[in-house]
């Protein structure tokens, strides 16, 4: 686990904001950055993503969507940022078409 402090952009008034975040490496993977929203609080407060994850709402419906090698029914579903989500039509073969990428990458709350 890595803690470091950030300065965030903000408009004048309000001057630049300063958060306590940190990263973690979970699994061989970097996880994060994750900040607390008011390091002043008493306490301190829950660590929050500082990237947005991505919500699959609905899929139409002959499609199957896998994420990490495991295939999901997404209602709802929360992604979060950097995961990657697979598509692909249901069998019998031939009779749907997938239109558009096989796979999306949550990219800080929006699918690419």
Request: proline share 9%.
């Amino acid at each position: 686990e890595v803690r470091f402090s950030a300065e965030f952009a903000a408009p004048v008034q309000f001057g630049p904001l300063k958060k306590v975040c940190k990263i973690k490496c979970i699994g061989g993977e970097w996880v994060g950055p994750l900040c607390q929203q008011d390091p002043d609080a008493v306490g301190g407060t829950r660590y929050q993503p500082l990237l947005r994850s991505c919500i699959i709402v609905s899929t139409p419906p002959h499609t199957i969507v896998s994420y990490r090698n495991v295939t999901i029914t997404p209602r709802n579903e929360v992604f979060p940022h950097n995961s990657m989500a697979q598509f692909r039509c249901k069998e019998p073969l031939g009779m749907y078409k997938l239109l558009g990428e096989s796979e999306l990458q949550c990219n800080n709350g929006v699918w690419n």
